[in-house]
């Protein structure tokens, strides 16, 4: 144990591992926390569940992040989420693996995790200060030396590991301050921009479907003429637009078209394993079966109710129409909305509502294998903060809790 200075700035998954792990080197470590209380974010994960990894074998790993995943691979080494989920077990919290081999507590509560994470933080006699941000550092002969809080506090550091996250979600406290520091000490910085955020549509008759979740649906996005991406998976629609966890992951490559301009459209495919023509004969079945049934009636074995009541609205069908008096034409346009039910997408939402931020401190002036800058010695940067953003699925978090832990052992040395 030594008695290095290291002062580490916010109070979320980055933040807090890296406090553990230079609490296992140092007993002077100090825990800058800008809002009351810790993990503040990561009470909101996984819907208030934590979905805290993601039980995939590492390649696969690395390729659900956007870009610069391969960065990841010095962090993913000292910490991937066996040793990750061996870290809570060991201290009394079970995991279990769910669909996508989601990794969440038993408790299915977010506070279990932090209750650990708490409880490790006083083991190792780590100092907490909340309510206090951190305002600027002192660089000498080029390493850090002090830092001050906004209150006009100054801390003098050995080392100095900023894990402040990005811009979204910011009254959690993220409002790019870390970034900020970054940037004045030299670090290029990557545009930030919201990730994994819901998307607005253009159409009015959406608002009708809020609330709506679909599952095993494929999404495809097309713009100019092209298909830009597509998957299948689960979405919900919103009050003004579609989110969910298969439009929050495809949604990142769909910003930027929006963003030069272009005209995106979202298509839904409803019965992805279903051909048009397997599905046109299940259905022509179960006309010639039921001819005396309304529309609405045939419709409910294949769609939800406020989907087949849009439907009917938009073919401008009635509702309590005989399925016998539906002629050929129209129910070719029916079935063409299974397979290809499309809407105009107008913008993503704003960065503050994106689940994280793309964008942060450029990769280039940070090691990969020790998460210290290459500008200024001494500073070290962990979680969002960096430019790497991933899938949903447990991705993000489990490279905050790495790029934490291998920033507090590195600092520590």
Same mark, same amino acid.
């Given at each position: 144990?030594?008695?290095?200075?290291?002062?580490?700035?916010?109070?979320?998954?980055?933040?807090?591992? &890296?406090?553990?792990?230079?609490?296992?080197?140092?007993?002077?470590?100090?825990?800058?926390?800008?809002?009351?209380? #810790?993990?503040?974010?990561?009470?909101?994960?996984?819907?208030? *569940?934590?979905?805290?990894?993601? &039980?995939?074998? #590492?390649?696969?790993?690395?390729?659900?992040?956007?870009?610069?995943?391969?960065?990841?691979?010095?962090?993913?080494?000292?910490?991937?989420?066996?040793?990750?989920?061996?870290?809570?077990?060991?201290?009394?919290?079970?995991?279990?693996?769910?669909?996508?081999?989601?990794?969440?507590?038993v408790?299915?509560?977010?506070?279990?995790?932090?209750?650990?994470?708490?409880?490790?933080?006083?083991?190792?006699?780590?100092?907490?200060?909340?309510?206090?941000?951190?305002?600027?550092?002192?660089?000498?002969?080029?390493?850090v030396?002090?830092?001050?809080?906004?209150?006009?506090?100054a801390?003098?550091?050995?080392?100095?590991?900023?894990?402040?996250?990005?811009?979204?979600?910011?009254?959690?406290?993220?409002?790019?301050?870390?970034?900020r520091?970054?940037?004045?000490?030299?670090?290029?910085?990557?545009?930030?921009?919201?990730?994994?955020?819901?998307?607005?549509?253009?159409?009015?008759?959406?608002?009708?479907?809020?609330?709506?979740?679909?599952k095993?649906?494929?999404?495809?996005?097309?713009a *100019?003429?092209?298909?830009?991406?597509?998957?299948?998976?689960?979405?919900?629609?919103?009050?003004?637009?579609?989110?969910?966890?298969?439009?929050?992951?495809l949604?990142?490559?769909?910003?930027?078209?929006?963003?030069?301009?272009?005209?995106?459209?979202?298509?839904?495919?409803?019965?992805? &394993?279903l051909?048009?023509?397997?599905?046109?004969?299940?259905?022509?079945?179960?006309?010639?079966?039921?001819?005396?049934?309304?529309?609405?009636?045939?419709?409910?074995?294949?769609?939800?109710?406020?989907?087949?009541?849009?439907?009917?609205?938009? #073919?401008?069908?009635?509702?309590?129409?005989?399925?016998?008096?539906?002629?050929?034409?129209?129910?070719?346009?029916?079935?063409?909305?299974?397979?290809?039910?499309?809407?105009?997408?107008?913008?993503?939402?704003?960065?503050?509502?994106?689940m994280?931020?793309?964008?942060?401190?450029?990769?280039?002036?940070?090691?990969p294998?020790?998460?210290?800058?290459?500008?200024?010695?001494?500073?070290? /940067?962990?979680?969002?903060?960096?430019?790497?953003?991933?899938?949903?699925?447990?991705?993000?978090?489990?490279?905050? /809790?790495?790029?934490?832990?291998?920033?507090?052992?590195?600092?520590? #040395?």
């Amino acid at each position: 144990m030594n008695d290095k200075r290291i002062v580490i700035v916010g109070g979320g998954p980055a933040g807090i591992m &890296a406090a553990i792990a230079a609490g296992t080197k140092s007993s002077n470590v100090i825990l800058f926390e800008k809002n009351s209380s #810790l993990g503040k974010k990561l009470l909101m994960t996984g819907k208030g *569940r934590c979905n805290l990894t993601n &039980a995939c074998d #590492l390649e696969s790993f690395l390729q659900r992040f956007s870009k610069n995943g391969q960065f990841l691979r010095d962090s993913f080494k000292i910490m991937f989420n066996g040793q990750l989920v061996k870290f809570f077990e060991d201290r009394g919290l079970k995991m279990k693996v769910e669909r996508q081999k989601r990794v969440f507590p038993v408790t299915d509560r977010a506070c279990s995790v932090l209750r650990i994470l708490e409880n490790e933080l006083k083991k190792n006699k780590v100092k907490i200060v909340t309510d206090s941000d951190i305002k600027s550092v002192l660089v000498k002969d080029g390493c850090v030396s002090e830092v001050f809080s906004k209150n006009d506090m100054a801390f003098k550091c050995d080392s100095l590991i900023l894990a402040t996250g990005g811009v979204s979600y910011k009254n959690t406290g993220s409002n790019g301050e870390g970034i900020r520091i970054a940037e004045e000490l030299g670090h290029k910085i990557v545009p930030l921009r919201a990730g994994l955020v819901p998307l607005i549509v253009k159409q009015k008759y959406i608002k009708s479907l809020e609330g709506l979740s679909l599952k095993n649906i494929r999404l495809i996005f097309t713009a *100019r003429k092209k298909k830009i991406i597509s998957d299948v998976g689960e979405m919900i629609f919103t009050k003004n637009g579609v989110s969910g966890p298969l439009v929050l992951t495809l949604s990142s490559s769909i910003v930027d078209f929006l963003k030069d301009g272009a005209d995106v459209v979202c298509s839904i495919d409803l019965k992805p &394993a279903l051909s048009k023509e397997q599905l046109s004969k299940r259905f022509l079945k179960d006309v010639s079966e039921h001819p005396k049934k309304s529309i609405k009636g045939i419709l409910k074995d294949y769609l939800p109710q406020r989907l087949i009541c849009t439907f009917l609205d938009l #073919l401008k069908i009635p509702h309590e129409e005989k399925i016998s008096n539906i002629n050929k034409k129209v129910r070719e346009d029916l079935l063409n909305m299974f397979k290809n039910f499309s809407f105009d997408i107008e913008r993503g939402e704003s960065v503050d509502l994106g689940m994280i931020t793309q964008g942060g401190v450029s990769l280039k002036d940070v090691s990969p294998k020790t998460l210290g800058s290459r500008i200024v010695k001494g500073l070290y /940067f962990a979680g969002e903060m960096l430019d790497i953003d991933a899938d949903t699925g447990g991705f993000n978090l489990q490279a905050a /809790f790495s790029t934490g832990f291998l920033a507090g052992v590195s600092a520590a #040395l």
